[in-house]
């Protein structure tokens, strides 16, 4: 159930099956690979710059803009700016953040977001 959830998170955030099968098997694990200083939480800056690598990595002209100049688009999708979606990011840390004290532990990472 855990690994769906952050399977769920990280296909929301990104649009790419491709990563969901990079995912690690707990959340531990995950929070690990987010941790880029160690200290055992998620910061904001460490959420966003985990969460825009897929989308760098899918901007194959690297002009921060996910449109048909990148690859193939849904029917009906929009171009993403880069920017806008790490504006999604932020908002989507705040509602994982449930005790508000700035970071993401593993079992914050695993949640649902709030509404």
């Known amino acids: 159930m855990k690994r769906r959830i952050v399977t769920f998170l990280v296909l929301a955030a990104t649009g790419s099956a491709v990563l969901a099968q990079a995912l690690p ?7 690990k690979r987010m941790d880029a200083n160690g200290d055992g939480k998620v910061s904001e800056a460490e959420y966003v710059d985990y969460m825009s690598a897929g989308f760098r990595r899918m901007d194959i002209n690297d002009d921060g803009v996910l449109d048909a100049n990148d690859g193939p688009m849904r029917p009906g999708a929009r171009p993403v700016r880069l920017d806008e979606f790490q504006r999604n990011l932020i908002h989507q840390f705040h509602k994982l953040d449930r005790n508000h004290d700035g970071f993401l532990n593993a079992r914050e990472l695993t949640q649902p977001p709030q509404e």
Do not use: R
């Open 25 to 31: 098997g707990t959340p531990a694990e995950y929070l």
